[in-house]
């Protein structure tokens, strides 16, 4: 019974799995299609004559745009460890007036759509300058990263052993030295969901892309995907395997971070 039980479990997660990463496979598959080879009825489930030349457009184009998101994912991995890491330590462990009200803002700030939030960057945009830069991009997405960071420090920081940071006041650790030398060197897995999740978040906007950065010189990838398509023409191939290589950083991402994000934070701080 436990055999058929595990049996079944095994087919419908390979079911479920198999659906979800579909969509994956037929970006693949019209990555390597030639642009005559779509217009079938019924579309090739392989392709059947394949080309690489939508990956050599990719490469030729989208580099230059490639660039551009990992720098912005980057900026924003670092604006919102700064800002994060210390908020959530102070609102956990240094008993700041007002935690609660503060908790319950940054809870709010993750309904508010990006469709509002872009609408107001473009209007403070437009006073400061920051329309088409860099800049602009790093810190409209660190505002959707920042309180999901701060959040999630701060349920990490609440889990510390109390003992931890009475020794390190005992010894005469101050709170910037205790936060510093303590919190940080055991909130490894924190830090690093953090960082995945702020990075991720960056990589894939579109929305703050194509309000504020429109017209720059340099674009993310995701608005450089537009670049091929036309009032008349569409090249899919070139898209798809635009879409394709955008993906693997993410991918390889999640992959080399996955045991880290699941592990515990505080695991092996305390000895008994």
């Known amino acids: 019974m436990r055999t058929r039980h595990n049996l079944v479990h095994t087919v419908l997660g ?6 979800m990463l579909f969509p994956v496979y037929w970006m693949a598959n019209v990555s390597l299609t030639k642009t005559e080879d779509m217009r079938k009825t019924p579309p090739n489930w392989f392709p059947s004559n394949p080309t690489l030349d939508g990956y050599a457009s990719a490469l030729h184009d989208q580099l230059p745009n490639l660039l551009t998101s990992i720098l912005i994912g980057l900026g924003c991995v670092i604006v919102t ?3 994060a890491l210390p908020a959530g330590y102070a609102l956990t462990q240094l008993r700041v007036p007002g935690a609660r009200p503060i908790n319950f803002v940054l809870l709010v700030a993750q309904m ?4 509002v939030m872009a609408m107001g960057f473009y209007a403070i945009y437009v006073r400061l300058g920051w329309l088409d830069t860099i800049w602009g991009l790093i810190v409209a997405d660190s505002t959707v990263a920042v309180p999901f960071g701060v959040m999630l420090f701060s349920t990490y920081m609440a889990g510390i052993p109390r ?5 390190a006041k005992i010894d005469g650790a101050g709170p910037v030295r205790t936060f510093w030398s303590v919190a940080l060197p055991i909130s490894r897995n924190s830090i690093l969901t953090i960082s995945l999740f702020a990075f991720l ?4 906007d579109f929305i703050f ?9 340099l674009i993310p990838i995701t608005l450089g995907i537009y670049e091929y398509i036309g009032n008349n023409t569409t090249t899919w191939n070139a898209i798809m395997a635009t879409a394709t290589v955008a993906s693997v950083p993410a991918a390889f991402l999640i992959v080399l971070a996955q045991k880290y994000v699941a592990a515990g934070v505080t695991a092996g701080a305390v000895k008994d």
């Open 163 to 167: 003992e931890l940071i009475q020794a």
């Open 209 to 217: 892309a194509s309000t504020l950065d429109r017209n720059g010189s």
């Open 112 to 115: 508010i759509p990006s469709v």
């Open 201 to 204: 978040w960056s990589w894939s």
């Open 14 to 19: 390979l079911i479920f799995t198999a659906l």
């Open 81 to 83: 460890l700064v800002i």
